[in-house]
DNA sequence: CCGGAGGCTGAACACCCGTTTAGCATCCTG
DNA sequence: CAGGATGCTAAACGGGTGTTCAGCCTCCGG
């Protein structure tokens, strides 16, 4: 969690941090009185710092995003050769809470779309590179594969409790899940499911002028 | 929504079924008074039937589990060739609010998980029908692979609104999205993803005596 | 040394929540 | 016809919520 510099240890980056953990764990229902209990500090500081709980939310959300956007940034291209960014912050155990609090804000209504198509985004950029160098398939619609997969990989965290065997503790969950999921996933991915492209081949009769995205 | 018999129309089923519309649209947050007044009837009439709050949850995810089992079980294996059951349920309007319940309630933290072995069971049952008939490949973990088909289809519903384009009215999202992904979700399943099977094989080379599950 | 600005708090406000209680009609049963 | 169960409600209770406000310290510049 912690960020580089270590003069961000005032109360106000205390509070922003407590505030994505938080969230993270319990959902934006979680009290602003929770939180301020958790950063040991009043909960009128956190109104009078960001004026209201939405836009202590508005700031954690910049924060995260931003977080994210410079650690991928900074990747190589030979990191990037076997998973996409996101994938690989996901395992990192420094990046937990930041991940949950994604987790959280890209399933909230209200949400403005910018975690999901940053996702959306990053496994496409993945994709698009693994294609060129001939280790994935060439696909008619980039976008919504890109999309996809990205549902799949969040669809799996997200049921994560259903996934992972039962009795796994909180922080094991995710990785619980990928240990059980790559098998078939792999296998998904390399085979596919069905045995000829009889159904495909029937969707693209039935339409078959469409294009990739209006 | 309504069930086969007239006489169910007594007040206390119709606050059953306005409390399974209700939370399957606002999540399980939205207030006891809200159900009543959507009822038509008084907040305390709701914990006079049900004892709590927590009771008509009960009662609600009790019903509707029913509801989707006398359903699927009513079905012959004609209709089931080309899609599971909770799949063509999910295409019925007159299910859409049990449909959108039972998305909450998976999602749900303390959920008892019988809505989630509900839906992977009936999905497993397909994929080992289709097995048998030479449809679809056979795998080294059914189990997993039904899951991560669930994974697949209840994630593309739940984070249906980033998936929709833009401005799709709400009665319309699913369609919409189912819409957009079966092309790309049909060419994943006829040819997989990966070009070759490198990276299947160094998994399982990695992990050489596995067994599907302990 | 003085004074103002900024970080921070305790107490209160108005509102919404789930739930309780006492009591009202109504209808079925003995 | 009496009487008790049943369906149902109005009003209130206690507690949690986001937010406001007046005022406290502390530190820094003039």
Redesign the pocket.
């Known amino acids: 969690m912690r960020s580089a510099d270590d003069a961000d240890l005032?109360?106000?980056a205390r509070?922003r941090d407590t505030a994505i953990r938080r969230w993270g764990t319990d959902g934006f229902?979680?009290?602003?009185?929770?939180?301020?209990a958790d950063a040991?500090?009043?909960?009128?500081?956190?109104?009078?710092?960001?004026?209201?709980?939405?836009?202590?939310r508005q700031a954690c959300d910049e924060y995260v995003l931003d977080r994210f956007a410079r650690e991928t940034d900074r990747m190589t291209a030979q990191e990037l050769a076997t998973a996409s960014a996101w994938a690989i912050l996901d395992r990192d155990p420094e990046f937990a809470p930041l991940a949950a609090y994604v987790r959280r804000a890209v399933t909230d209504e209200r949400s403005a779309g910018r975690f999901w198509t940053a996702l959306v985004d990053d496994t496409r950029r993945w994709l698009q590179q693994a294609t060129a160098a001939g280790r994935v398939l060439p696909t008619r619609d980039e976008e919504t594969r890109a999309e996809l997969l990205v549902v799949l990989s969040l669809g799996a965290q997200l049921l994560a409790h259903h996934l992972a065997p039962p009795g796994t503790p909180a922080d094991r969950l995710l990785a619980a899940v990928s240990e059980r999921v790559t098998g078939p996933a792999l296998e998904l991915f390399t085979h596919g499911l069905f045995t000829d492209d009889r159904l495909l081949q029937a969707y693209l009769d039935h339409r078959p002028g469409e294009e990739p995205r209006p």
Do not use: E, F, Q, Y
């Open positions: 005032t109360a106000r509070i229902g979680a009290s602003v009185r929770g939180i301020a040991g500090v009043s909960p009128a500081l956190l109104l009078h710092h960001w004026g209201s709980k939405d836009g202590l």
